[in-house]
């Protein structure tokens, strides 16, 4: 018989990963705060605004990569604006 788990299984971050400290900004005039999700290969984070956390670097690389993204979608939309 086939052993079934029903737990999904934890991985360990290596202790030789480099964290950083970030804390990502609360949008004034929002109410609802969301948290930022972040995947990177199989491990995945929920980070909240407003609060400090420790991250991989890898994380850090995800979200400054993001903005840059944002950024450029808005100067192409308000290049091409009509």
């Known amino acids: 018989?086939?052993?079934?788990?029903?737990?999904?299984?934890?991985q360990?971050?290596?202790?030789?990963e480099k964290k950083v400290k970030i804390k990502l900004p609360i949008i004034p005039g929002?109410?609802?705060?969301?948290?930022?999700f972040v995947?990177?290969?199989?491990?995945t984070w929920v980070i909240p605004?407003?609060?400090?956390m420790e991250v991989p670097e890898c994380v850090v690389e995800i979200i400054e990569h993001m903005e840059e993204a944002q950024l450029e979608a808005m100067r192409y939309q308000e290049a091409n604006a009509m």
């Open 1 to 10: 018989m086939a052993n079934t788990k029903t737990e999904p299984e934890v």
């Open 12 to 16: 360990e971050i290596p202790k030789t």
């Open 30 to 36: 929002q109410a609802k705060q969301e948290a930022l």
């Open 39 to 43: 995947g990177c290969n199989t491990r």
């Open 49 to 52: 605004r407003g609060v400090e």
